[in-house]
Structure formats: C-alpha cells, structure tokens
C-alpha cells in the first residue's frame, strides 16, 4: 500500500521540477521571468525566476500564489532548493481551500 502523502509530495515534486525546467529554458532577458506550476480556480501559483540565481546564498525561484479574480498576489516565498517549495506548494493549496470554504466573507 503506497502512502497518499508520499504520493502527494511526490508528485508536487515532480510538478516543481517540470516547472523549474520550463523556467530554465526561457530565454535570457526574455519578457517572461515566470512560469506556472499549478493552476486551482481564479488562483495560480507561479515560479518566478531569480536574476542573481548564480550565487550560491540567493534563492533558486521564487513561489507566488496570484489570485487572479483580484488581480492581486496572496503569498509568496523563496525557495533554495526544489525540495524545499514541496510544503510551500501544500500550503498554497490549503490557502485556496480555506478561501473556498462555504460562508466564507473575506
């Protein structure tokens, strides 16, 4: 039997990773610096690419949780390595989650 949080974390993994790619073929200077990892919704989360990602004590990409019904960005954070956006990504998911829950004013 295969643990579902495994599996879960698993395959955000390989989400980020797919993404990280993506975000590394982009042309240098481009008009892009961003690409999309998941999309929940009006909501989309979004890797940002960081210019300084060559030196060693600057974040890889940054993670950005847009709520596009808005027009506005919820949260965002950055991430070193692509195993450290696994429970960032969770998080962002849970945050859409709780903003979808019924009765909910905000």
């Keep these: 039997m295969t643990d579902c949080n495994t ?50 004590s600057t974040p890889l990409f940054w993670l950005e949780l847009i709520d596009h019904s808005t027009k506005t960005s919820v949260d965002s954070f950055c991430c070193y390595q692509i195993k450290d956006a696994v429970p960032v990504v969770r998080d962002f998911f849970k945050q859409v989650d709780d903003s979808n829950e019924p009765g909910d004013t905000c």
């Design 7 to 56: 599996s879960a974390s698993t395959l955000i993994e390989l989400r980020i990773s797919q993404a990280y790619v993506r975000l590394c073929s982009l042309p240098e200077g481009g008009s892009q610096a961003s690409v999309s990892v998941a999309s929940i919704g009006s909501y989309e989360i979004r890797m940002l690419a960081n210019p300084a990602a060559d030196v060693d």
